[in-house]
Structure formats: C-alpha cells, structure tokens
C-alpha cells in the first residue's frame, strides 16, 4: 500500500484559530455516549477512500481523512460539519464543530515520541482515553499496542462517521481477539464528559493540540484530576504558542500549577514552528 501524508502549515493552523475570542458565553454540547453498530451498511464503500496513514515507520492500516473522503459523504449530521466549517473558511468553529476532521500536526509527534520511547511506555492491558479524538490516530495506536482505548470527541457525528468507521476498518487487521463493542466512544463538552464517566479512570490519557484556547484549560485540567488514575499519565501534544487567541505550553503549564498535578516537557521541537509534549501526572 502507498504512503499517505498530510500536509500542514503552521501559519493556516494559527489563522484557523484567530477567530476564537473568548468561550465563557459558549453553549457546549452535552456529554452522551455514542453506540456504535455492529457493522457499517457501506463499509466496503468506505474502505475505496481509506489511506494508510504512515508516520516514521509507523503504519495504520485504514484511515479515512482526505478530501475525496469528506466531499463524497452525504450523511446529514456529518455533511453539514464540512459544509459549516467550509463556509467559515476555518477547521475550528467555536461550540459547533471543534477540528475533528483534522488531523493536526502534534499527532505525529506523539507518535513518533512514544515509538522512540518503547522501554518507558508500554500500552499492553491498559486503559487508554483518546480525548479531542477526532480521526482516532492516538487511541489506534495504543490499541494496537495492547491496550483498551475509549474515545471521545467534541461532535457525536465525527465518532459515529469517522472514528468508529476507522476503528471498524483496523479491528480485523490487528490480530486481536476484539469487537467495536469492546470500545466506548463519547460525544460533547469536557465538562461534562468528565460528569458523565462518574468514577471511571484510566491509565494513560493523550491528547494532540487542545490547549489553543486558554478559558478551556480549568475544565481540561479538572478532567485529567478525575479521570486519571494515582499512577497515570496524562501526554499533551501541543505547539509553544497559538498565535491570535494566546494559548500554548507555556501558560497550560502556569494552569497546572495550581492544580493537584505536575508536568514536565519530555520533548520538543528544535526548528521550525516549536511543538513540544508534556507528561503530566499527580503530585
């Protein structure tokens, strides 16, 4: 199979999100957990659109994310993401559609991060959050490490078309013993996705170019307090600075400190637009 690669520009990313302004009047959307079928009636049409996504000498088998894929979707719900964030010219339209289509440029640095780091991270039998999920790349991965993944993602119609349909098409090539019902996928705000879960926690948590928005970080931070267990790590995939809204590393880490965790930067870039991962775990 041919590679497939993605092409980012640091400087349209930090236009996207220019626009964003302040978020404490927003509307969210409520938590709710998605059902996945059993099957997708056009799944074998799905799979004519699928490309591997490749990252290093890393190979997912089927990812739906290209725009041949998102033109030739007519399902409503989903069509009318694409149409809204086509007609804001912008992947980010605040408390209607969060990026999800996208898969943003910190995900292959995770990747590669934890493909280079194999002797501190092991994912075999551990329950693992994909939080801001959207194509599913980080929970994929894990769970073709061994572990058990639940996803979550802003629009119910980005789990339901687009992340379920992924998981659909790697189940079989994993060589596990698993069903798309052995996976939990959540819809709608932090907050209340963090109500939802109750008393749930999990080993690992990763999260890929999340913190652009700093009037998001409370509730983010209070999730990752709730949800992660005593021993668990929390993985921030994000760039330095979000230029037009003043998010990024720097002030997500002066958030953390006055919280119950801690963090550390375990890598970063060394040229070009700086992207770094934060490990993030309980004091």
Not at 38 to 54: G, N, P, R, W, Y
Not at 174 to 193: H, L, M, T, V
Not at 242 to 250: A, C, D, E, N
């Amino acid at each position: 199979m041919a590679s497939f690669k993605f092409n980012f520009s640091g400087e349209e990313e930090d236009e996207n999100r220019e626009n964003e302004g302040d978020l404490r009047d927003v509307e969210w959307l409520n938590s709710e957990e998605v059902i996945p079928k059993s099957s997708v009636d056009d799944l074998d049409e799905l799979v004519e659109h699928a490309k591997m996504f490749t990252c290093g000498c890393i190979e997912i088998g089927h990812v739906l994310i290209d725009d041949i894929f998102k033109h030739n979707i007519k399902k409503e719900g989903f069509e009318n993401i694409i149409n809204l964030a086509e007609k804001e010219h912008s992947d980010l339209v605040t408390g209607k559609y969060e990026g999800g289509l996208k898969i943003w440029e910190c995900t292959y640095d995770l990747v590669e991060y934890f493909e280079n780091n194999t002797d501190v991270i092991n994912f075999k039998d551990i329950k693992v959050l994909d939080l801001g999920c959207g194509a599913g790349i980080l929970g994929l991965y894990a769970f073709l490490k061994g572990a058990s993944v639940t996803f979550q993602d802003y629009n119910k119609e980005i789990l339901e078309l687009y992340t379920i349909t992924n998981v659909l098409l790697n189940i079989e090539e994993s060589g596990r013993d698993c069903e798309i019902k052995n996976f939990k996928f959540y819809s709608g705000d932090w907050a209340s996705f963090d109500k939802l879960l109750a008393t749930e926690k999990f080993d690992i948590i990763l999260t890929s170019e999340t913190i652009y928005n700093q009037n998001n970080y409370e509730k983010l931070i209070k999730l990752f307090e709730n949800r992660l267990n005593d021993n668990g790590v929390v993985y921030v995939a994000a760039k330095t600075y979000y230029f037009g809204v003043g998010g990024g590393t720097r002030q997500f880490e002066t958030a953390i400190q006055k919280s119950t965790l801690k963090s550390e930067v375990v890598w970063k870039t060394s040229n070009g637009i700086q992207r770094e991962i934060i490990k993030i775990t309980k004091s």
